[in-house]
């Protein structure tokens, strides 16, 4: 199993980011996806959810709103940020549950003036 999380960087408050995660290793298609975030000190918390076949989603109250996941067929699950506010600043995981729990490396999404 693999995952990789790309698109984070820096933007100003207000701004938009588009996160991916490359999946593989595994059956795509069967499986939700999950979005987590975790900041220095903080235990790693749930921002958003989708279903194997994307239509159900569910998301944290903080992101409700402003963040969209979504997934496409080719086993890539996105992250779209809008509307950015600093506390938004961490670094964003894509988690997976095969049994057990998969985590990628992680991308940085920084919120700053």
């Known amino acids: 199993v693999q995952l990789v999380e790309s698109g984070g960087g820096l933007v100003q408050p207000g701004g938009s980011l588009r996160l991916s995660c490359a999946a593989s290793g595994f059956t795509f298609s069967g499986t939700v996806m999950y979005w987590a975030r975790q900041v220095p000190g903080k235990e790693r918390e749930f921002v958003a959810g989708?279903?194997?076949?994307?239509?159900?989603t569910n998301y944290a109250d903080s992101v409700k709103g402003r963040f969209t996941i979504s997934r496409d067929n080719a086993g890539t699950v996105y992250l779209e940020m809008k509307s950015l506010k600093p506390e938004d600043t961490a670094v964003y995981y894509c988690?997976?549950?095969?049994?057990?729990?998969?985590w990628g490396q992680g991308t940085q999404v920084t919120v700053s003036s």
């Open positions: 988690r997976v549950d095969l049994g057990r729990t998969y």
């Open positions: 989708i279903s194997n076949v994307g239509g159900n």
